[in-house]
């Protein structure tokens, strides 16, 4: 049964996995760069006369000054205000009148815009998009109405699920000096206190083309991306101030190993959380975090990945068991692991059972038939990828945003498939440290 | 983050909308009697292909709810030579995918692979589907995973209120019943319950079957007798129809979370009647068009009570209502569910405006071919489309049913139907001012 799984891995990674692109793929893949600083990413795909319009800001939450977490996210739903020539509200509104739909996302490193449109209307989607870019208007109204609106997301997100408080909490004790280990949506008291000052100060500093990145995939050719592009993107002039470097405050060594443990009535399935920071996907450095992807399938990417054969299989102590590791972020990220016990088996028993199968198989290694079975599926990944082009775009811009290159995007697949068993060795020895490990436990009342 | 919300509350309450666009689907009679929607898309190498058994966990019988549920988590766990994890090893290495699921009406499965090992994969999927082991030791485990996630939704707001809302509506109509089961019935069901389900609900006569890209029709017609013709013919009626029971007003379920979330519903309206489109077209300015709708305008954008409020038509096989569902914090709901009954009041008392209309049909003509843009969407529209009844032809007209709709038409169907007396709110949190 996958579905329980698929449920938990939901719990526990932010972002979904990222794919690679197939040589296929990179055969419709074209990139530039305006004069202004723009990127530029086409994806061409003419199967049906759909476009998708995606502009990337380089600038997420941890961009965020001190006192004021969730402004970047705020301020993603003020740019659905108005503008000096579009009322608040009209923006989505012509998107719906010519058959679009549009939304928006913030994450630790970037917020994005994006549009889902016939391919006949791009050049409106350009416009609008490259307008709210340097001229949104923002009335005191906006913003205290928005802001209950943003603290009601935080009521649903956050507040009303156990699972999702105890994981804030959780990223608070792994980061001890990055901006990650601050909450995308923000904290609620530096939420209530968000104003238009605040908002409107993140908006000068990020908001421009030479830190934007314009992703357009679907049926278009690039001669017309460019040419658009260049027409409403193109005059808008580059930000001079923009910070020259993404200044964030890094994690010191972790020279103890971290527990915490988060009581709630409302947690009806208890479990094991395991974190360990963990290197990122770098520009043309991306051994070790291919090394790690696949440590993640052979630990806990499963039904036979060796979490699950031990703890669901060999024994029936847990009714899941999984790993997971997004290497796609621009500064250190987290290798996790989550241990579901079954009914009558302690939190500590699951924890320790969890820590045996990581000593061995530091001691067994790798299955060769296992790790051959992987590559399969990432090569497979891959053809199936080009049936979205929308999931192709996000993995563009998310890259770009994150410090990565359209090559290294390119590259990621040949990386992957040359990971030899070694490699996940070696990774799995440095990453997989108890003294370097953040360890919690969600139950129902304190023990 | 999203700025907008995207609600998937229950998932067969999603009404199917498929799209025109330039998409060539050709029906496919295999030698065994059975039926398909096909599109070749020949240009990525492998297949999409969907199955809709119709009946669900409806076919559960009395005192066995959830059996149909656990019969479908335990498809992926081993047939013939192969346990469990020798199943799960051999679907890795051909890298397909199958997905099973059990919702109310159906019994779904959503499979890819590819051009290259296709028929190992089918071999595979048609070992999982006509004959499961159900061995003991996977049967407990999965039996566990079920009982853990039954345990979960016991204790989240959203699934409190939807199964609530259920039992309120369908009296003892099998609807009425949660489709994963509960703990005491879960914990009851034997390997023969399994048989039994399975022989119920995966049968020959009664699937729905779509496929989408490199394959040709003759391969698709002899790849549905080899997956499917070993399958039994039904041998069970599917549930009669189901009466709701809608008392208006708003029923509270105590429950200690800072955010109340509400379900509402009222009537809905048949597929096949005359006003159909004029309802949908009526559902999308009320609360269905996202940002653009009346409930999202005056709930969220002039008044900030909710990140999300929306609306929907429900078209299940055995019953039809219109539904809505909002999230507030407890001292806020009330307030946010004044605001939407007046908004009822208001649509039936005076309609909607001439550039509402406009508006709508211009989004939902607009959208239309927008879905088609994938072997997976295309694959799934299909055999939605095939289980609502819908003809080939349905495709190509079906915009033009919506820009038929008049003003009149729609206002008509809102005196008609939309009813604030009825309308009934099941509101799970510590929500302040509702009795």
Known sequence: MKRFAAALAALVVFSAPVQAATEDVTDHVSNFTLDNGLEVVVIEDHRAPVVVHMLWYRAGSADEPVGQSGVAHFLEHLLFKGTDTLAPGEFSATVAQNGGSDNAFTSFDYTAYFQRVAADRLELMMRMESDRMVNIRLSEEDIATERDVILEERNQRVENSASALFREQKRAVQYLNHRYGVPIIGWRHEMESLDRADALSFYETYYSPNNAILVVAGD????????????????????????????????????????????????????????????????????????????????????????????????????????????QSLDATTFDMVVVPTPGVSLQEAEEAMDRVLADFLT???????????????????????????????????????????????????????????????????????KTSVTGWLMAEEG | MLRKLTLSLITTFALVTPAAAAVNIKPVTSEGGLTAWLVEEPSIPFVALELRFQGGTSLDLPGKTGATNLMVGLLEEGTGDLDARGFAR?????????????????????????????????????????????????????????????????????????????????????????????LDTVAALSRDDLLT?????????????????????????????DLLGDLPKAETALPGPAATNLPGGAQVVEFETPQSVALFA?????????DFFAAFVLDHILGGGS??????????????????????????????????????????????????????????????????????????????????????????????????????DYIETRNDKVNAVTLADVNRVAKRLLDPDTLTFVVVGQPEGIE
Do not use: C
Request: aromatic share 6%.
């Open chain 2, 90 to 182: 051999a679907v890795e290495g051909l890298a397909a995918s199958f997905d099973y699921g059990a919702y109310d009406d159906t019994v779904t499965v959503s499979a890819r692979f590819l051009s290259e090992n296709k028929d190992e994969a089918l071999a595979l999927l048609r070992g999982s589907l006509v004959a499961p082991r159900f061995d003991e030791d996977a049967v407990e485990r999965v039996r566990e995973q079920v009982l853990s996630g039954i345990r979960s939704d016991l204790k989240s707001p959203r699934d409190i209120a939807s199964r609530e809302m259920d039992q309120l509506l369908f009296g003892d109509h099998p609807y009425s019943l949660p489709q994963s089961g509960t």
């Open chain 1, 220 to 327: 278009v050719t690039p001669d017309e991306v460019r040419a658009l592009a260049d027409r409403y993107y193109g005059v808008i002039p580059a930000n001079p101030d923009l910070p020259k470097e993404r200044l964030r405050s890094q994690e010191p060594p972790q020279t103890a190993a971290r527990r915490l443990t988060f009581a709630d009535p409302r947690v009806a399935q208890p479990y094991v959380s395991r974190s360990y920071l963990a290197p990122e996907r770098n520009a043309g450095n991306q051994k070790e975090a291919a090394a790690l992807r696949i440590l993640a399938d052979l630990l806990g990417g499963g039904q036979t990945a060796v979490l699950a054969e031990k703890l669901q299989f060999d024994t029936q102590t847990a009714v899941y068991a999984g790993a997971f590791y997004n290497g």
């Open chain 2, 197 to 225: 389900a399975h022989k119920n609900a995966l049968t020959r006569d009664r699937v729905y079957i779509s496929a989408v890209g490199d394959i040709t029709a003759p391969e698709l017609a002899q790849l549905m007798d």
């Open chain 2, 266 to 274: 009222q009537a809905g309206i048949e597929r096949d009647d005359p």
């Open chain 2, 291 to 392: 940002f653009e709708s009346r409930l999202m305008q005056e709930v969220r954008e002039k008044r900030g009570l909710t990140y999300g409020v929306s609306t929907f038509l429900v078209d299940k096989d055995q019953a039809v209502l219109w539904m809505g569902s909002v999230a507030s914090a407890n001292d806020r709901v009330g307030e946010a569910i004044d605001v939407i009954r007046d908004e009822w009041a208001k649509a039936a008392a005076t309609g909607v405006t001439e550039k509402e209309l406009r508006d709508a049909q211009t989004y939902l003509t607009g959208a239309y071919p927008l879905r088609f843009d994938s072997n997976a969407s295309i694959a799934n529209i299909m055999v939605g489309m095939q289980a609502s009844g819908l003809g080939l």
């Open chain 1, 364 to 434: 067994e290694g790798v299955d060769p038939a296992h790790l051959e079975r992987i590559k399969t599926q990432i090569r497979a990944a891959e053809i199936y990828a080009r049936d979205d082009v929308q999931g192709l775009a996000n993995r563009y811009g998310r890259a770009l945003t994150q410090g990565l290159t359209v090559a290294d995007v390119q590259a990621w697949p040949e990386i992957l498939q040359a990971v030899t068993a070694e490699d996940v060795m070696e990774a799995a020895r440095k990453v997989l440290n108890p």
